[in-house]
């Protein structure tokens, strides 16, 4: 192993290596503190090259790699394991926007780009790139593709997988694969981009990428609504959907109780309501002309029953106050304490039937717990999480947990749905993989995985 660690810290020079364990600390630790991991080296390569060379010389020594961006993954995807064995590879000094082509509108940027960083970017080119998450001041590009990121304008651009046009990765045996091109048509044989987009750096280090740019959106309006019942977000979804054909982009369920938590944890994010009110949905839509028309839309929807109390964002401060809530609820969540986390996706059709019967499950199987629901319903994503309380011990926490948990996946699983909509797999839920796809889906990764990485020296431990 010392010589190997050696021949990296040669492939990246000086600045290029962190082997001190204070400074290594941020980087093997899962932000929410369920998995420390350990490692001997983190990498830190400037350019594909020596992302090549530092996957050549760990597949010589057949030892595993883990690449790492921002570590913000929800599922422990981006930290080395327990053994110390596996060498730590961030993409963070690959940071650079290699070239713009508004007529184009597409993107080149190193992998180790922050995501916030590629908006701004694409905003001063007179354009929009959509994808936003709340972690987006931190989490990187590459990472973003290799979970396949959803976040909170799916509904109108689609995940980051939409969002790619050319990949250039690092194979397990150091190659450079080079599909870096920025074309909306290519036909030309398998789309091999695609394999890598999702794989959660287990089949191959992406290093660049082409991403497409869109026109900026224009006016936005932003809402906070509040509700009668979850099931109700559906209707007013589609009510919403008629009024702004294509232009809705954000539509996010928020229960009462999680913007309590909310209200609880986050300095100074409170609720602009005086009512109380059970239900919540934060939504964003391309209005062009101002908010006269959501205005309308919203009044109707109160007639109708489908709305009680709006606040329509009217300037700058307060969207970004309305945002704020929302961006909040991770950090506050983590800060309430352990909690089953359910990132599960139905069809939309079907998502009033998962809230209710979601319901109808928890309550008999286990009725003093919390249900902590928010996220992307318009995707037909939630974040149906549970909270038990506080005075069970670990090993309660546990077998409950698995419990509570399987019985949930199964009802999407009834439902067409998937128990990963948009966190990925990572190492917290590769049992679930392995149970929910089993058969030629599962056997067919599993070859992939063999075949692209027969030594098993990426990302061991995660996904599959
Ligand atoms: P990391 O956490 O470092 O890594 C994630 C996975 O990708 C790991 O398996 C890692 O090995 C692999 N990886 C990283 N870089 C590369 C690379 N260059 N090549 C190959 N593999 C690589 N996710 C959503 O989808 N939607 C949300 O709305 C959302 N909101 C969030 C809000 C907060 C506050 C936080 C903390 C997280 C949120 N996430 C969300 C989860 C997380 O931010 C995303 O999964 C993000 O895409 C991870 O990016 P990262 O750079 O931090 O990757
Ligand atoms: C979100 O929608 O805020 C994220 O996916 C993060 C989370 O689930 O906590
Ligand atoms: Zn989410």
Same mark, same amino acid.
């Given at each position: 192993?010392?010589?190997?660690?050696?021949?990296?810290?040669?492939?990246?020079?000086?600045?290029?290596?962190?082997?001190?364990?204070?400074?290594?600390?941020?980087?093997?630790?899962?932000?929410?503190?369920?998995?420390?991991?350990?490692?001997?080296?983190?990498?830190?390569?400037?350019?594909?090259?020596?992302?090549?060379?530092?996957?050549?010389?760990?597949?010589?020594?057949?030892?595993?790699?883990?690449?790492?961006?921002?570590?913000?993954?929800?599922?422990?995807?981006?930290?080395?394991?327990?053994?110390?064995?596996?060498?730590?590879?961030?993409?963070?000094?690959?940071?650079?926007?290699?070239?713009?082509?508004?007529?184009?509108?597409?993107?080149?940027?190193?992998?180790?780009?922050?995501?916030?960083?590629?908006?701004?970017?694409?905003?001063?080119?007179?354009?929009?790139?959509?994808?936003?998450?709340?972690?987006?001041?931190?989490?990187?590009?590459?990472?973003?593709?290799?979970?396949?990121?959803?976040?909170?304008?799916?509904?109108?651009?689609?995940?980051?997988?939409?969002?790619?046009?050319?990949?250039?990765?690092?194979?397990?045996?150091?190659?450079?694969?080079?599909?870096?091109?920025?074309?909306?048509?290519?036909?030309?044989?398998?789309?091999?981009?695609?394999?890598?987009?999702?794989?959660?750096?287990?089949?191959?280090?992406?290093?660049?990428?082409?991403?497409?740019?869109?026109?900026?959106?224009?006016?936005?309006?932003?809402?906070?609504?509040?509700?009668?019942?979850?099931?109700?977000?559906?209707?007013?979804?589609?009510?919403?959907?008629?009024?702004?054909?294509?232009?809705?982009?954000?539509?996010?369920?928020?229960?009462?109780?999680?913007?309590?938590?909310?209200?609880?944890?986050?300095?100074?994010?409170?609720?602009?309501?005086? %009512? /109380?009110?059970?239900?919540?949905? *934060?939504?964003?839509? $391309? +209005?062009?002309?101002?908010? &006269? !028309?959501?205005?309308?839309?919203?009044?109707?929807?109160?007639?109708?029953?489908?709305?009680?109390?709006?606040?329509?964002?009217?300037?700058?401060?307060?969207?970004?106050?309305?945002?704020?809530?929302?961006?909040?609820?991770?950090?506050?969540?983590?800060?309430?304490?352990?909690?089953?986390?359910?990132?599960?996706?139905?069809?939309?059709?079907?998502?009033?039937?998962?809230?209710?019967? %979601? /319901?109808?499950?928890?309550?008999? *199987?286990?009725?003093? $717990? +919390?249900?902590?629901?928010? &996220? !992307?319903?318009?995707?037909?994503?939630?974040?149906?999480?549970?909270?038990?309380?506080?005075?069970?011990?670990?090993?309660?926490?546990?077998?409950?947990?698995?419990?509570?948990?399987?019985?949930?996946?199964?009802?999407?699983?009834?439902?067409?749905?998937?128990?990963?909509?948009?966190?990925?797999?990572?190492?917290?839920?590769?049992?679930?993989?392995?149970?929910?796809?089993?058969?030629?889906?599962?056997?067919?990764?599993?070859? *992939?995985?063999?075949?692209?990485?027969?030594?098993?020296?990426?990302?061991?431990?995660?996904?599959?």
């Amino acid at each position: 192993m010392n010589q190997l660690l050696e021949q990296l810290k040669a492939i990246v020079g000086p600045k290029g290596w962190i082997s001190d364990s204070d400074a290594l600390e941020p980087h093997v630790n899962e932000w929410r503190g369920q998995f420390i991991g350990r490692t001997p080296l983190m990498i830190m390569p400037a350019s594909t090259s020596e992302v090549s060379q530092v996957v050549a010389a760990c597949a010589e020594a057949s030892t595993g790699i883990v690449p790492q961006g921002g570590n913000t993954s929800m599922c422990a995807g981006g930290i080395p394991d327990e053994s110390g064995t596996q060498i730590l590879l961030s993409l963070a000094r690959m940071n650079r926007i290699r070239a713009i082509d508004a007529d184009n509108f597409s993107i080149e940027v190193d992998a180790g780009c922050i995501l916030q960083t590629i908006q701004e970017a694409a905003h001063d080119a007179g354009c929009c790139f959509p994808l936003s998450l709340g972690a987006e001041g931190s989490c990187q590009i590459g990472g973003n593709i290799a979970t396949d990121a959803g976040g909170l304008n799916v509904i109108r651009y689609g995940t980051a997988r939409a969002l790619v046009l050319g990949l250039e990765v690092v194979l397990a045996d150091g190659t450079v694969l080079n599909s870096l091109r920025s074309l909306r048509k290519d036909t030309a044989g398998y789309d091999l981009k695609q394999l890598f987009i999702g794989s959660e750096g287990t089949l191959g280090i992406i290093t660049g990428a082409a991403l497409r740019l869109f026109p900026d959106p224009g006016q936005l309006t932003t809402a906070l609504v509040a509700i009668p019942s979850s099931g109700t977000s559906v209707s007013l979804l589609g009510k919403l959907q008629q009024h702004f054909p294509e232009r809705v982009q954000t539509f996010e369920l928020v229960s009462d109780y999680v913007f309590g938590l909310v209200d609880r944890y986050i300095p100074d994010a409170g609720l602009p309501f005086d %009512g /109380d009110y059970p239900w919540y949905v *934060l939504l964003e839509a $391309a +209005t062009g002309d101002g908010p &006269g !028309h959501l205005e309308e839309a919203l009044m109707e929807a109160v007639e109708e029953g489908m709305v009680l109390d709006a606040v329509i964002a009217k300037n700058s401060a307060e969207v970004d106050r309305l945002w704020r809530l929302r961006h909040s609820i991770s950090e506050a969540e983590r800060q309430a304490g352990k909690a089953l986390k359910h990132d599960i996706s139905v069809p939309v059709s079907r998502m009033q039937e998962f809230l209710s019967r %979601g /319901d109808e499950l928890l309550e008999e *199987l286990r009725p003093d $717990a +919390t249900l902590v629901a928010f &996220g !992307h319903v318009g995707d037909g994503n939630l974040h149906y999480n549970v909270s038990l309380p506080h005075s069970i011990d670990s090993e309660e926490f546990a077998s409950e947990g698995k419990r509570i948990t399987g019985a949930i996946y199964d009802l999407v699983a009834e439902l067409g749905g998937s128990f990963s909509a948009e966190h990925g797999v990572g190492r917290l839920k590769r049992p679930y993989l392995a149970e929910y796809r089993a058969g030629p889906e599962y056997e067919l990764m599993r070859k *992939l995985k063999n075949t692209l990485d027969p030594a098993s020296i990426l990302n061991p431990g995660k996904v599959i």
